[in-house]
Each structure stands twice: as C-alpha cells, then as structure tokens.
C-alpha cells in the first residue's frame, strides 16, 4: 500500500551507519507488532519507560534485533518506484511530540522535553492532536551549518521530517511505505523545516 507524505527537504549530507546492539536484545521484552516492508525486513518496537514521561523510550527492531531507526532502516523501500520509508514518531490523533534521539545509543523514539517538561503540541479545534502520522526519513539529516538560500535558515539538527497524510492511525515506532507528492518550507523557532507532500 502506498500512503502520500510529505517530507522535508534534505539540507545536508546523509548520515548512514552499520547495524548495532545485538547483546542490547536481551534486556528487552519483544513489542506487539511485526511489519514486512517491500524490501523483505521484518520491524518490531519494544517500548520502555512510562508514557509521557521523560523516560520513555520506542526502540526498533529487525527480525528482533534491535536498530537504530535513523542508521539501519534504509531510506528508500523500493527505489524504482520512488517508494520511501518513514519512521512514525507522533501518530494520528495524539499530541505527544516524539522524535528521534540523535544522542543516545540505538537513536530511540522518545518524547521532546522542554523547559524541564514533556513536551505537548496544541490540538487544533475540533481535532485532537497531528491530524497526520508524523515521523522522519531515516538516513537523513538537517544540517545545522547549513544556511538555506530561500529562507536564510538553518537545519534543525534531525532527520528529515515526512507526515504522512492518508486515512489511517499508525502505531508509534511502525516503518510505513511512503511517497513524496511535494514539498512546504517552515521555521520553527528560527529553524529552516522543508516539509514535502
């Protein structure tokens, strides 16, 4: 099945990385779901720590070895079809802001904290939370020395943010098969997002 998105555009180089943590397993309870993508790789999630915490955090896994979400998922699922994949980190209908860590072990899913505080966006009246699965594309990052020449922005120092706006609820941590169908620059707080649909 092939779900719309739109992604932001790349600002600097592509970051990749080999597969690591295999001893990191046995320490985790496996989660509930298992995903067969296009290129023949089975995705779980192992969540740890309490929702809406600062401790909670959504570990992936391939085939129930454990991965980092940004280094190990590759960016395209079929290439030729300009098919990609996209890491759902704030699933439809809910309003806990969750990304992608860049600074611990494995690059877990964990909720943005500011001012000391789990961090919550605003619903939108009368929607609860993203009306869109929002998520990353792995293999991607935003440069922060980058300065863009349409927006004089800088990267925001994460993967390439996608939302992915068909019909369906997605579960936090699932790796969905997406298709780029445009592209919206944003600033958030001073930052340079391009988003593309």
């Not at 309003?95 to 600074?103: L, Q």
Request: aromatic share 10%; hydrophobic share 35%; charged share 25%.
């Amino acid at each position: 099945m092939i779900y719309h998105v739109l992604k932001t555009f790349l600002l600097g180089n592509v970051v990749r990385k080999s597969r690591t943590g295999k001893a990191f397993l046995n320490s985790f309870t496996q989660a509930t779901f298992n995903r067969q993508s296009q290129v023949a790789m089975s995705y779980g999630i192992v969540e740890r720590g309490s929702p809406f915490s600062q401790d909670y955090r959504v570990y992936i896994t391939d085939n129930n070895v454990p991965i980092s979400p940004l280094h190990d998922i590759p960016l395209f699922s079929d290439q030729e079809k300009n098919l990609y994949n996209m890491v759902v980190e704030v699933p439809r209908w809910t309003n806990a802001k969750m990304e992608i860590t860049m600074k611990e072990v494995l690059n877990p899913i964990k909720q943005d904290i500011k001012k000391g505080k789990p961090r919550f966006v605003s619903n939108c009246f009368p929607h609860h939370g993203y009306i869109w699965n929002y998520g990353a594309l792995p293999q991607t990052w935003e440069n922060p020395d980058h300065l863009d020449d349409g927006t004089g922005a800088k990267g925001d120092n994460d993967p390439i943010d996608v939302i992915e706006i068909g019909y369906r609820i997605a579960k936090r941590g699932e790796i969905l098969q997406v298709k780029i169908i445009g592209t919206i620059a944003l600033i958030d707080e001073g930052k340079f997002i391009t988003l593309d649909f």
